[in-house]
């Protein structure tokens, strides 16, 4: 055997770990959190509000507890993956010079099962946000809950989830950019899954526009919109200060 057979062989055989990573975290990511729970209460969650497969309209069918477990179930299946399958891989052997790309390309994978899961005939499941922000928290923990914290804010003192979605979308790649460099892989990625996000909430943006967009809490209630804007745009300055002291 000459050695470039060998290397090749040992090439081949070094990434079946990384290619076994990236398929058990697309099957964790395929887990339907949002659909499990709605079949435990005899719904079909694709039958009712939304019809979408995630914690929003879980919250919004079965209640705020259920969907805050939702919630926590669908960013752990994001979070997981990432910090502990590369791991594994390479301890099987898997040749990564980088191991960030290979926790991106497991992290891709679970987005990818969340909003596509098998086990659902790879019909469409949720759009990814609390998935994404699992693989963003195991990825870059500072910057993702200084995002939550904008995501948290944005949803309380606008009652709009999808806003907020799409806020977290837009400052994400912000802070990661001031903090670990645009040439980053992780601001990178982050870039494309803010896109990403933006595609999967076309609609929603369509009726934020239109002043039709679902609201938690009581609607009409403009009185608070100017508090709003000032406690947004104050979270956002600070978690932008924030990232930059530790660029």
């Keep these: 055997m000459t050695s470039a ?22 099957f964790l990511g395929s887990i339907p959190a949002a659909y499990i729970a709605g ?42 993956p990432v910090y502990f399958f590369p791991r594994w891989a390479e301890s ?49 923990p500072l910057q993702t809950l200084l995002t939550l ?16 979605s799409l806020t977290a ?14 040439r980053s892989p992780i601001f990178l990625i982050s870039v494309l899954v803010a896109a990403f996000v933006f595609w999967t909430h076309r609609a929603n943006i369509e009726r934020l526009r239109k002043g039709e967009e679902h609201r938690f809490g009581k609607h009409g209630d403009s009185a608070r919109r100017p508090t709003a804007t000032i406690a947004i745009g104050l979270v956002i300055t600070l978690a932008v200060l924030v990232a930059a002291r530790f660029a």
């Design 39 to 80: 079949k435990s209460k005899g719904i079909d969650l694709r039958k009712h509000g939304s019809g979408n497969l995630g914690a929003t309209n879980v919250i919004r069918v079965l209640g705020k507890k259920i969907g805050i477990a939702v919630f926590a179930f669908d960013m752990a299946k994001g979070a997981f």
């Design 5 to 26: 057979t060998m290397l090749d062989s040992s090439l081949r055989s070094g990434l079946v770990p990384l290619v076994v990573a990236m398929v058990a975290s697309y």
């Design 149 to 164: 914290l904008v995501f948290a804010v944005v949803l309380f003192s606008s009652g709009y989830v999808s806003l907020g």
């Design 92 to 140: 099987l052997g898997a040749p990564f010079s980088n191991p960030v790309f290979a926790a991106i390309l497991c992290g891709i994978a679970a987005i990818v099962g969340h909003v596509r899961p098998i086990y659902l005939g790879f019909g469409k499941g949720g759009k990814g946000v609390a998935t994404a922000a699992g693989v963003f928290l195991a990825l870059a």
């Design 169 to 182: 979308g837009l400052i994400l790649p912000v802070l990661l950019g001031l903090s670990i460099g645009i």
